[in-house]
T-cell receptor, first 107, second 121 residues
Framework: EIVLTQSPGTLSLSPGERGTLSCRASQSLSSNSLAWYQQKPGQAPRLLIYGASSRATGIPDRFSGSGSGTDFTLTISRLEPEDSAVYYC????????FGGGTKVEIK | EVQLVESGGGLVQPGRSLRLSCAASGFSIDYYVMHWVRQAPGKGLEWVSGISWNSITITYADSVKGRFTISRDNAKNSLYLQMNNLRVEDTAFYYCAKGWGSGYYYYFDYWGQGSLVTVSS
């Protein structure tokens, strides 16, 4: 099973700051088969990024994904209050697994 | 508009069974892989099971293998999860999710709002 480790556990930043979230895989992911989801309290997860770096439909361009192999990053370039949420990475190259999540708090 | 609506959750005793349903609208599930994902209260996401468009490929997480059965009825545009021999640790919100394409290993582009299953005596 491919294990995904996300860091940090919690990120506390001010509006307008840049947020950098990390996701590390225990094995190299084929075809960059990594996605990022955003989940706000009481809501279902929402797809943000697929294929490590492609934005899903309707996702603002302040969200960007990068990385390959075992190391991936989600960057939120200019944090807004509505970005407060938990962010999960997921690999879908070999079965399906999720990381433990990073909670983003807006000060 | 794509919508996925889960139903069938509730309170059940350990060892008993429950069947979840997911009704899709705004698209035809005929062409897509469908999944169940669960989330224990206050915890992270755990993939549970997936089923290909033609029900030929079906996979399960080790934690539910042998106890849960996924199925679909394309004519009714619906997905199901039969959960037997339920355990306290199966307590979670269960989400229905649509795979992006007809290929099995893709990301999930739409999710339902979830159905809460509570296993307790």
């Amino acid at each position: 099973e491919i294990v995904l480790t996300q860091s940090p556990g919690t990120l506390s930043l001010s509006p307008g700051e840049r947020g950098t979230l990390s996701c590390r895989a225990s094995q190299s992911l084929s075809s960059n088969s990594l996605a990022w989801y955003q989940q706000k309290p009481g809501q279902a997860p929402r797809l943000l990024i697929y294929g490590a770096s492609s934005r899903a439909t309707g996702i603002p361009d302040r969200f960007s994904g990068s990385g390959s192999g075992t190391d991936f990053t989600l960057t939120i370039s200019r944090l807004e209050p509505e970005d407060s949420a938990v962010y999960y990475c997921q690999q879908y190259g070999r079965s399906f697994t999720f990381g433990g999540g990073t909670k983003v708090e807006i000060k | 508009e794509v919508q996925l609506v889960e139903s069938g959750g509730g309170l059940v005793q350990p060892g008993r069974s429950l069947r979840l349903s997911c009704a899709a609208s705004g698209f035809s599930i005929d062409y897509y892989v469908m999944h169940w994902v669960r989330q224990a209260p206050g915890k992270g996401l755990e993939w549970v099971s997936g089923i290909s468009w033609n029900s030929i490929t079906i996979t399960y997480a080790d934690s539910v293998k042998g106890r849960f059965t996924i199925s679909r009825d394309n004519a009714k545009n619906s997905l199901y999860l039969q959960m037997n021999n339920l355990r306290v640790e199966d307590t979670a919100f269960y989400y229905c999710a649509k795979g992006w394409g007809s290929g099995y290993y893709y990301y999930f582009d739409y999710w339902g709002q979830g159905s809460l299953v509570t296993v307790s005596s």
